[in-house]
Structures are given as C-alpha cells and as structure tokens.
T-cell receptor, first 116, second 113 residues
C-alpha cells in the first residue's frame, strides 16, 4: 500500500490478556518507530528499529512490552498481561533511511487499545 | 519541565485570520523540528519540517525557528475551517541518534466560519 498500515484499528481486551498489534510500514522504509498516544497528549516514543535491528527500546514502559521486526519489514508490538494504564492509541511510523538525519516520519492511523 | 512544550488551547480564530501556534523546547542541541497536524481519530500528518534558524514558507504555512530562544512557531495564513485540528510540535531527539521524535502535547486549533 501507499502508506503505513496498522491492524487492528480497534482492540478491546480484558485486563491480564495479551495483545499483539501489527504495523506494515511503507515498502522500502528502513526505519520503524512505535509511539504511544494517551488521550489529549502527544505521542510518546516506545521503540525504534533499523531494518530488523531494535536499536532503541528506551521508551518501553515495562518488560510487559515487547516489539519485533524479524524480516525488516512488518513489525509487531506485543503487550503481555495488559493493565488499564495500557489503554491508548499505539502509532507506528516509518521513514526511508536510518534515523537521526531529520527524515520525516510517516504515521499509520494507529490501533486504539482499550483495556477493560 | 517538559522537553517540548505547547499551549494545549483551544486556540480559536475566525476564518481568514492568521493562526499562530508556538512551541518551546529545552534541549539546545536539537537540530530538526517538525509540525504535524492531527485530526481527531486520525494519524499525525507532516506539515512542515525546519532545520535552520529563520522562516520557511510552504503555501499558507510558515514555520519559524529561533534556536537561541529555543522556540518554534507555525503560522497559518487565511485560516480555513478545514484547518481545525490538533497541531503537534516535535523535535528529533535522543542520545542514540535514532531519529525518534519528542512531541509536545499539541495545540487544538478551532477556525470558526
């Protein structure tokens, strides 16, 4: 597709369940980012991949959060034993080349996660 | 102090007026700055990027950067109701030089017909 695609668009889970969120970046984009956006706030960085390598996971809030990009394209963000505070919109973004060079990031529409 | 600060608004302007959105940041080493527009329930959409001191114009949008004073602004001329959205200011940051973005909380703009 032409843009960054995320699925599902909406996810409702019960507290304690595991969830998996998928991101399909723009074809050929080297860099992939995950952000978490709480209601009324700006996105907050979670983790960064350059191809298949996870180079920065400093924003992951706990060890319940895990991300992977095994073949350097599609990425999955997994949250284990979900808590109510995990409720947010999870945004994926990609950029053409390696990060740190002022390259614009292109965002997907996000997955809205609600934990009951 | 937040790394990137914006007034959450709402900022309300009449149609046809100039909307001025401001952003300050705390890290003097920041080099790259971005303005994103986000409609409710949609993804952030890049409007402008700016890397050098001064003004950068693109159509009805002008971004201004002043590194000495550590602020970035976005001017929207001839505001239209379709400009009503949340505007996110972001800087490229992080010691690991990954290109991750650090966002402000966003300013809600309302353009009234």
């Amino acid at each position: 597709g032409a843009g960054v695609s995320q699925s599902p668009r909406y996810k409702v889970a019960k507290r304690g369940q595991d969830v998996a969120l998928r991101c399909d970046p723009i074809s050929g984009h080297v860099s992939l980012f995950w952000y978490q956006q709480a209601l009324g706030q700006g996105p907050e960085f979670l983790t960064y991949f350059q191809n298949e390598a996870q180079l920065d996971k400093s924003g992951l809030p706990s060890d319940r959060f895990f991300a992977e990009r095994p073949e350097g394209s599609v990425s999955t963000l997994k949250i284990q034993r979900t808590q109510q505070e995990d409720s947010a919109v999870y945004l994926c973004a990609s950029s053409f080349i390696a990060g740190g060079l002022g390259q614009p990031q292109h965002f997907g529409d996000g997955t809205r996660l609600s934990i009951l | 102090q937040k790394e990137v600060e914006q007034n959450s608004g709402p900022l309300s302007v009449p149609e046809g007026a100039i909307a001025s959105l401001n952003c300050t940041y705390s890290d003097r080493g920041s080099q790259s700055f971005f303005w994103y527009r986000q409609y409710s329930g949609k993804s952030p959409e890049l409007i402008m990027s700016i890397y050098s001191n001064g003004d950068k114009e693109d159509g009805r949008f002008t971004a201004q950067l002043n590194k000495a004073s550590q602020y970035v602004s976005l001017l929207i001329r001839d505001s239209q109701p379709s400009d009503s959205a949340t505007y996110l200011c972001a800087r490229e940051g992080g010691s690991s030089n990954t290109g991750k973005l650090i966002f402000g909380q966003g300013t809600t703009l309302q353009v009234k017909p």
